[in-house]
């Protein structure tokens, strides 16, 4: 059964940082695709970055330069690293893993396993 727990959310003023966690079990983690999506209030679930089995790594648009996916293997952990935060950044993360290939994070309906979500509040 996997599990996939979030944590690190929180509220920050614009411009600040927070990192996010995902903490993974009962998920080959060598396997295919994970990612990070949020939604915000009122709106559909979009994605936010994604990271297949090799380290390549899938950014939207809107976040490149500022946020940074990254995992520890021997932690079965799973990171976002969020700087320069938005306040259009706001809303629900999730930790999200699929063994469906390729790696892309245009829509939700392609993964399968998600985690409860952590709030981010950005502030201005």
């Known amino acids: 059964q996997v599990q996939m727990v979030e944590s690190g959310g929180g509220s920050v003023q614009a411009g600040g940082s927070l990192r996010l966690s995902c903490a993974v079990s009962g998920y080959t983690y060598s396997s295919t695709c994970m990612g990070w999506f949020r939604q915000a209030p009122g709106k559909e679930r979009e994605g936010v970055v994604g990271i297949d089995w090799d380290g390549i790594t899938t950014y939207a648009d809107s976040v490149k330069g500022r946020f940074t996916i990254s995992q520890d293997n021997a932690k079965n952990t799973l990171y976002l690293q969020m700087t320069s935060l938005k306040t259009e950044g706001t809303g629900m993360y999730y930790c999200?893993?699929?063994?469906?290939?390729?790696?892309?994070?245009?829509?939700?309906?392609?993964?399968?396993?998600w985690g409860q979500g952590t709030q981010v509040t950005v502030s201005s």
């Open positions: 999200t893993a699929t063994y469906r290939l390729p790696c892309g994070i245009g829509s939700s309906a392609d993964f399968g396993y």
